[in-house]
């Protein structure tokens, strides 16, 4: 069965570093900001996935 959290998380982030790239943003925007949280939310998902 398809993980619909883990697969919601991946496509924002997908969307938002495809925004990202083509505006050429920098480090500290809200974008980046929130790719960084999403990741950090993937992790922790995935490791608690593992367990």
């Known amino acids: 069965m398809a ?3 883990l ?3 991946e496509s924002e982030r997908k ?3 495809a925004t990202c790239r083509l505006k050429g943003l920098a ?3 809200p974008e980046r900001e929130r790719i960084a949280a999403i990741d ?3 992790a922790a ?5 593992t367990t």
Not at 45 to 49: D, M, R, T
Request: glycine share 0%.
């Open 3 to 5: 993980d619909l959290y």
């Open 7 to 9: 697969k919601n998380l």
């Open 15 to 17: 969307a938002l570093w």
């Open 27 to 29: 480090k500290d925007t």
């Open 40 to 42: 950090e939310k993937i």
């Open 45 to 49: 998902h995935k490791a608690k996935k």
